[in-house]
């Protein structure tokens, strides 16, 4: 059980920047707080009907900010040739909707395995550590080792939006997930509607390398500031992980 990254989540500084237009609030900007605030690295997903994140966001953060990029994408002809201009540490491919509000569920790696094949082979062989964004379900697992992806990211909004006496149920899914990727030889990351409330139990689990937290922060800096949110969640992912290990959290 090593240490437990952060990636922060940008989106939505987006989102609210291009509810009135113009140049405020600016992502970028809040990628810098995040780098400051403990983040290990930074998320943003460019979709197709650049909602959020814009084209212009991404060539400012790969070339503006030191952290590594994890590039959210669908699987599309446009989202592969912006990938693979800019290249950045990491690429998630997500599954993406035009009508969904946020993205609903994992990936069918398992059922588009051949049309993903090539996007993987592509993304790797340019130098990006390609993710599969998947649900807690060992099939998908397993095609991301056989589509060659060395990362998933388990989908935990099932976990996450559930009543409180149904969680343990959800919990032991992604438990499980985990333990799964990791005996097919993947990395772990997890992510999707973690919050203060949630995100204990998954910063626990040993196999888990990494987290993506975006929505909750945002809404969270409303009230107490960016800064603030992300190093109170930093904390009480790195105090989770030091419980499971027996180690004093400093």
Partial sequence: MGYLRLGVNIDHVATIRNARGGLHPDPVRAARVAAEAGADGITAHLREDRRHISDVDIERLVREIDLPLNFEMAATEEMLEIALRHRPHAVCIVPEKR??????????AAGQHNRLKRYCQELGAAGCRVSL???ADERQLEAATSLGAPVVEIHAGAYCEVEDDARPAELARVIEAAEVAERLGLECHVGHGLSFDTVGPIAAIPSVAELNIGHFLIGEAIFGGLESSIKRMRALMDNARAAATGQISA
């Fill in 133 to 135: 964004f998947i649900e």
């Fill in 99 to 108: 009508e969904e509000v946020t993205t609903e569920g994992g990936l069918d």
